[in-house]
């Protein structure tokens, strides 16, 4: 089975020996990959119909049936995890992600891996404010996009707003310098490109443009 860098590194985050709910399976290739390392149990988990028979018929060919669980349910509601699992959001908005697990349920959880396609500063600032903190923190390059998956355990965690924007997990580590880079020119762009009359939102890309450049001098960049 070959993964994506994306799920391969989503993969390389979860404990070997712990309940996966993967919420949101699309075609289930990453319940497939942990029950064929052999240390997990799976549950493949989606709203939709389709996602599902194409989940079920992706797990028969591989001839696991018998050992990937498979659950339709909208979000967490047909849900019960085991007091060692971990639910696994990837793909998704980060509003869908907040809607999904806006429920006491998200607190059974050991972990939570969550790779979002918008909105990081947001995720980061609503779930430390939950009662969770960031453990580990990933940028992947794949496609020509970068991608941030997060993984969360309940605790207690004040991340400052540069934090929530930067990641807290993410700073002072150079393998992520391609990443601040990228980011900055974004900003950099956005800022040409904003009338001079939202004055209020010039300034807030300002910030976040002084706190890019200062995380990247920090390697002498």
Same mark, same amino acid.
């Given at each position: 089975?070959?993964?994506?860098? /994306?799920?391969?590194?989503?993969?390389?985050?979860?404990?070997?020996?712990?309940?996966?709910?993967?919420? &949101?399976?699309?075609?289930?290739?990453?319940?497939?990959?942990?029950?064929?390392?052999?240390?997990?149990?799976?549950?493949?988990?989606?709203? /939709?119909?389709?996602?599902?028979?194409?989940?079920?018929?992706?797990? =028969?060919?591989?001839?696991?049936?018998?050992?990937?669980?498979?659950?339709?349910?909208?979000?967490?509601?047909?849900?019960?995890?085991?007091?060692?699992?971990?639910?696994?959001?990837?793909?998704? &908005?980060?509003?869908?992600?907040?809607?999904?697990?806006?429920?006491?349920?998200?607190?059974? $959880?050991?972990?939570?891996?969550? =790779?979002?396609?918008?909105?990081?500063?947001?995720? /980061?600032?609503?779930?430390?404010?939950?009662?969770?903190? !960031?453990?580990?923190?990933?940028?992947?390059?794949?496609?020509?996009?970068?991608?941030?998956?997060?993984?969360? %355990?309940?605790?207690?965690?004040?991340?400052?707003?540069?934090?929530? $924007?930067? &990641?807290?997990? !993410?700073?002072?580590?150079?393998?992520?310098?391609?990443? $601040?880079?990228?980011?900055?020119? =974004?900003?950099?762009?956005?800022?040409?490109?904003?009338?001079? %009359?939202?004055?209020?939102?010039?300034?807030?890309? /300002?910030?976040?443009?002084?706190?890019?450049?200062?995380?990247?001098?920090?390697?002498?960049?």
């Amino acid at each position: 089975m070959h993964l994506s860098k /994306r799920l391969e590194t989503i993969a390389s985050m979860i404990p070997s020996d712990y309940e996966v709910i993967d919420i &949101g399976c699309d075609h289930a290739l990453l319940d497939i990959y942990l029950t064929q390392k052999g240390n997990n149990h799976c549950i493949a988990s989606d709203m /939709r119909s389709s996602v599902i028979e194409i989940a079920k018929k992706n797990i =028969q060919s591989y001839q696991l049936d018998h050992q990937i669980e498979i659950i339709q349910s909208d979000g967490l509601n047909n849900i019960v995890p085991s007091k060692k699992a971990v639910a696994v959001l990837a793909g998704m &908005g980060t509003s869908t992600i907040l809607s999904i697990l806006n429920t006491s349920k998200v607190y059974l $959880f050991s972990y939570l891996i969550i =790779q979002t396609n918008n909105e990081w500063e947001k995720l /980061r600032k609503t779930f430390s404010q939950k009662g969770f903190c !960031l453990v580990e923190e990933k940028t992947v390059l794949e496609n020509h996009k970068y991608y941030i998956i997060m993984k969360w %355990q309940k605790g207690n965690a004040h991340y400052s707003n540069k934090k929530c $924007f930067l &990641g807290p997990c !993410l700073m002072h580590h150079s393998e992520n310098i391609p990443y $601040f880079q990228e980011t900055l020119q =974004q900003y950099l762009n956005i800022l040409q490109n904003i009338p001079k %009359q939202y004055v209020k939102k010039k300034y807030d890309i /300002r910030k976040r443009i002084h706190w890019l450049k200062k995380e990247l001098k920090a390697y002498h960049l």
